[in-house]
């Protein structure tokens, strides 16, 4: 067991091989500022009216910024606006070591796992891949159960439990998603939580930006959960030897890179800084997942 | 008595503003609601299923997206307003052409295998004076799975229509996304520098993706 858990942090920060793709969608919580990020969207028409900050100045002769393309951007439409850009203030001490990580990561994306995912892709139909996917992902229902309790979702906990059951039971342990399709018996919020997050409901807040190897993009704090995690993450407690167990991760990490190839392209494709658009990109989902 | 017609003159006067706010409302819908409905069935046409097509059906999609969204607005606000007067109005031009390009090289090129999406308009809110609104969307398809997306839109005073200055996929604002990488970029380089890379960018000389260069090597 001691093993186990040793063998787990270690890999979980060098093996994982969840690279930033998964990790733009994958763990951690946000602070205040980042929170704040995320309302821009729900937009209450509070938050809205807030923005305008100076809506009473919108007035008559709103300068035509569509129509005549040669005209300047006047002074009331930049007041009209700016609010609507929540620029991201995510500490950033690291960055000379995030930078160098990411392009590390990035190599390892274009050169070794994207190749591996597109073979995988074309040798395997979609529904085998999703079969794959299901199966690691209701392994991994301990960490959601166990990160909705943290956060006193016990419903939601509730959910994850019975459908942990439920398709390990009837969906060939795990293989099929059977019971995502069922509706629970009153709304619930997600349940896609991990111990990043549960830590950020606690109050802690992000820390500075660390790009790890491998792992990809994260937060002091977020990686602290990602550990956390991983001692819930029951495909680490296989009963086969540790280097056997790294495979099965990478595996699953290519077999799930193959149902997400275009996601991490699309992101950086065309971007003027990539490390800055995937900073942001981290930053805001995982605010977003955190207010939800 | 008077108390009454005075509380019935403050309940007409808030149906009348309830009613022309949600006017305003449906205008934004309404405005944005046929551009993404022809995207779609665009996108859906089996005439395009031909690759040979593919240049007409980029064409098509150009339109409806150049007519849809304010890509000046968007650049300007991108940039924010500190470093955008540093550009010359001619070198500003050039920058919204540039950035227009890499957004449509982008997504046009990316769009075409969602061939059977549906858009699902979930809610809107609009801002107190009515000229700004945000619609949220999801895009449900068998290739997507259920992806949130918010549309904000302005209403231009002059031409009363609702162009679209900002895109929020999954919680991440294209906008604040754009900024982020302007800021990081201009403590790089000149504006003109900028301006030279970006249009480089837009015509695919810098860009060497995807298969052969990986993203970071072009940002340094």
Redesign the interface.
Known sequence: MFRYAMSFLGLALALALALCPNAA?ASGPENQAALA??N??P???QA??Q??SD??T?G?E?P????D??Q??ADD??G???G?????NTPDPLQPWNEAM??FN??L???ALKPAAQAWKFVVPEKPRRWVSNFFNNLASPVRFASCLLQGKFFEAGVVFSRFVGNTAFGLGGLADVTSDLKPTRKISTTDEDFGQTLGIWGFSNGPYIVWPVIGPSTIRDSVGYAGDSFLDLSWYLEVELWQNILIKTGQTINDTSLRL?E???L??????????V???YM??R???LSE | MRNASLFFAALLLGVAMLSASSASADEAQQALEPSITEILSILADPQYKDSSKAGEQKERLEKVILDMV?F??FT???M??AA?IQFS?EQ??RL?DAFTQ??E??YLD?IRKYTNEKVEYLRE?????G??A?I?TAIVGAKSGQVPV?Y?L?K????G?W?V??L?V????M???W???????MKKMSPNE?VE??EK?ARGEE?V???Q????????
Do not use: C
Request: glycine share 6%; net charge negative; aromatic share 12%.
């Open positions: 969608r990020a995320a821009e969207i937009g209450s028409s809205l009216g923005e305008g809506s009473s919108f008559a709103e035509n910024v569509e129509d393309s040669q300047p951007i439409v930049w009209e606006f700016e609507d850009v929540k620029v991201e990411f392009e990035d190599y994306y274009y050169y275009g991490y392209e699309a950086t494709e065309g971007a003027v800084d990539p490390y800055a658009a900073r942001d990109a805001k989902f605010a977003k997942q | 304010d000046k607005l300007a606000l991108a924010g307003k955008w109005p500003q031009n919204v890499i957004m090289n982008k990316n809110d609009v801002s107190p004076n000229n700004k945000r949220e918010t904000s302005y231009n005073r002059k031409t229509r162009l200055y900002d929020t999954e919680g991440i604002s906008l604040s996304n900024r982020t990488q302007f800021a990081e970029a900028l890379r970006m960018q860009d993706f995807p298969e260069a990986p993203a970071a090597r072009e940002s340094r």
